[in-house]
């Protein structure tokens, strides 16, 4: 049997570098991390790895990007509004160029989810599922480093407005996540034409994460549920631009609707090793926060890898 070959897309966005990192260590002989920006990319050129230029909207160059591999890590991209274009162009050149079985990280529950950015992730589901090529489609929960971004202010300001009405979500390290994603990769031949759910170890409330929070920082972090409009008058007269206001919203609600209230066994199973709980993870990271987080790089880092 041919030694496959492992691509990753967005290897310079955060979840791609660990992602193909994860892939090296594990002792993947055959790597390639496509980018729009190689030069971004010369330490794991460095390393051995082959780094291509690619770029979402450039739908002709992809099919040379994306020849020669194997088995292909497609990871969302930012650009909400515009990704189902995007990744259509990259599944169709992943076809084109003969890739044998297609990842794509997606979002949990996309079909019933209230997120706004859930729809573009369902579509991108049923394309694959339709495309007839193999699949995993890899349902990537929340990162614990969204929380350190939600907490940005709270922990400045002792008090934390949002609109998830108690929801929880399984939050996991991106650390974790990419573990989880290069094992699907490297554990290809059992995982063909499957949907999996990879979710952090335990499920958090806000007021779980303002407690926990508060012990780390030595300082109370009160919770304020409020409903979804009063969230959103909330956001708009903190400044943020109403499209963004109008995403966070959704994301809260989806919290509340129990979008992330699930754990399972897989994303342990496939980065082979315990994940970190939130708790240990605030206690290294939040000391470390500068404070200078906003809440448009919450929604930056929520959307993509």
Request: net charge negative.
């Amino acid at each position: 049997m041919n030694e496959p070959t492992y691509l990753v897309t967005g290897a310079s966005g955060n979840l791609g570098r660990l992602v193909v990192q994860s892939l090296l260590r594990r002792g993947a002989k055959r790597v390639i991390a496509t980018t729009r920006s190689p030069a971004s990319l010369a330490d794991l050129a460095a390393a051995g790895v082959e780094v291509r230029k690619a770029d979402f909207d450039d739908a002709e160059g992809l099919v040379e990007a994306f020849s020669g591999a194997t088995h292909m890590l497609l990871i969302s991209t930012q650009s909400v509004g515009a990704r189902v274009e995007q990744h259509a162009a990259a599944l169709d050149a992943a076809k084109a160029a003969g890739v044998e079985h297609i990842f794509y990280t997606s979002h949990s529950f996309p079909d019933t989810s209230v997120s706004a950015v859930a729809p573009e992730h369902a579509a991108m589901e049923r394309r694959i599922i339709a495309s007839g090529m193999t699949y995993t489609i890899l349902r990537n929960f929340l990162y614990s480093e969204n929380v350190l971004l939600m907490l940005a202010g709270p922990v400045q300001a002792g008090i934390w407005h949002s609109a998830s009405q108690g929801g929880r979500n399984a939050f996991l390290s991106r650390s974790d996540c990419a573990d989880a994603d290069a094992g699907a990769m490297l554990a290809a031949d059992r995982l063909k034409n499957t949907v999996l759910d990879i979710t952090g170890p335990r499920t958090y409330s806000y007021p779980d994460i303002a407690r926990i929070a508060g012990d780390v920082m030595a300082r109370e972090i009160i919770t304020v549920d409020l409903s979804p409009d009063e969230f959103l008058v909330h956001l708009l007269a903190a400044g943020l631009p109403r499209s963004h206001a109008e995403t966070l919203v959704s994301f809260d609600k989806a919290t509340s609707l129990g979008d992330g209230d699930l754990v399972t066994p897989v994303a342990e199973e496939l980065a082979g090793h315990p994940l970190e709980l939130l708790e240990d993870f605030l206690a290294r990271e939040l000391p470390q926060m500068d404070g200078t987080h906003t809440l448009s790089e919450l929604l930056d880092n929520h959307i993509g890898g």
